[in-house]
């Protein structure tokens, strides 16, 4: 059976859901570590962690890759804290009524900006 290594875990290749969730576990500390870090930039940070897996991913094939996947990304959201200040409903976004209400007001106003200008 074929061994490799990724972050110091060592996984059979095909990796077991044990494997995965490890290294879900040690990339959610190693994240957690790199917040307290001031010479550690988090979005370049978390962009080089996921390339680490991607890689390490192409040596799978095709349903191996999505299993791994499914458990990696499940026990990431499952180990998550909460952000009760960011709810997940609020990344739906602005509701069309929203957006169409604000450009009908700044219609009106410039409107009314041209027609007194006009005026006098």
Request: proline share 3%; no cysteine.
């Amino acid at each position: 059976m074929m061994t490799r290594t990724l972050d110091g875990v060592n996984f059979d290749m095909p990796p077991t859901a044990g494997q995965v969730m490890e290294l879900a576990h040690l990339h959610r500390k190693k994240l957690d570590d790199a917040i307290f870090s001031k010479y550690t930039h988090l979005g370049n940070y978390g962009l080089a962690q996921r390339k680490e897996v991607y890689d390490f991913t192409r040596a799978l094939d095709v349903n191996q890759r999505e299993q791994f996947y499914k458990l990696y990304n499940g026990e990431l959201v499952r180990i998550a804290d909460e952000d009760r200040l960011h709810p997940p409903e609020a990344e739906a976004g602005l509701s069309k009524f929203a957006v169409a209400l604000v450009l009908v007001i700044v219609a009106l106003v410039l409107y009314s900006t041209i027609l007194s200008r006009m005026m006098s």
